[in-house]
């Protein structure tokens, strides 16, 4: 998901050509005060003409209680929002007030109601804390979380405290596993990976999408196009992933068919969990658009 400031409309317009899955369009902190009634005339038409576009549509509103929501609300939820990034998200009853607005407007709009996604962001102690029922005040969150905690110069990390400075310290690992659990204990598998800051470091895009990945993330925003096809190539799976995975569906269903669902595998031991896993991955991949070749249908049990 790319960020793109809301009033550069030529730059909304022209985003689509780096290949991303989806667009931020935002009208909250990289829009000046005096800007937004303009930033919201230029995102909506932004919409209007990429909604024909292979590329999600959402936009950054500004919080509650900022003035501003309403007017964001009123001027973008039209034909081809996909949907709404809500800064500093303070608590559950935000993201129902949020609901209750969205389905009113999709009424009124003809809309096809709780097409809208809803992202929330918790950017306060309390508001992390409570993830959980902010994920589920509303059906229409589809992904939360912050796999590797809050950005230590960002709102969040202000909020708690921390003092790093280090982008790889280890700090911030405590904060992510919290976020994680709470959003997937809430039902929610699309996790949220590091955003870089950096520009020009794309080491240091990789590096983070790599922490995040192993911390359960599933997709990561960038504010550069250069950053891209790093996110990409970090979240995808790799080949080497595909062809283990479908190894180890191989080999459970040569055991399975011998009526044995624990088999040895190269010196591991091998049941349905590691079924269930490998699956996950060739999903992943046929989502991505690689090439998992022969993979043999086997019987799960549910879980």
Known sequence: MLFVPGHKLDWMLKAP????????????????????????IAVTEAIKELRIKPVGLFVRLNAWRTGCLVDDLSAVVVEGL??????KTEGPEDVAALDLVLGELERSRGL????????????????????YDICMASQRIKRA??????????????????QFEDDDALEGVAFGAYSVLQARAAGIVHIEGAMCGQLD????????????????A???SAIHPSHIPIINEVY????????????IISALAEG???????????????????????????????????DVRDVPAVEIPAY
């Not at 989806?22 to 800007?35: C, K, M, N, Q, R």
């Not at 096809?112 to 409570?130: D, F, K, N, S, W």
């Not at 809050?150 to 708690?160: K, M, T, V």
């Not at 669902?261 to 590691?274: C, E, H, Q, T, V």
């Open 145 to 162: 979380g912050s796999a590797t905690g809050p950005n230590p110069q960002g709102d969040g990390g202000r909020s708690l405290g921390l």
């Open 256 to 290: 399975i068919a011998r009526g044995h669902a624990a088999i040895r595998y190269k010196s591991k031991l091998l049941d349905y969990a590691n079924l269930r896993a490998a699956m996950d991955v060739i999903k992943k991949a046929e989502a991505a658009g690689i």
């Open 112 to 131: 096809p109601l709780g097409a809208i996604e809803v992202c929330p962001y918790p950017e306060t102690a309390v508001a992390m804390y409570r993830l």
């Open 218 to 220: 599933s997709f990561a």
């Open 201 to 216: 470091d794309l080491e240091m895009v990789r590096r983070f999408g790599k922490k995040s990945k192993r911390m359960g």
């Open 82 to 87: 996909n949907g709404v990034m809500l800064s």
């Open 236 to 247: 995808s799976p790799s080949q080497k992933e595909v062809d283990e995975a479908r190894e």
């Open 17 to 40: 050509k780096y290949g991303p899955d989806a667009l931020i369009l935002d009208l909250e902190d990289s829009v000046g005060i005096t800007e937004k009634p303009a930033a919201r």
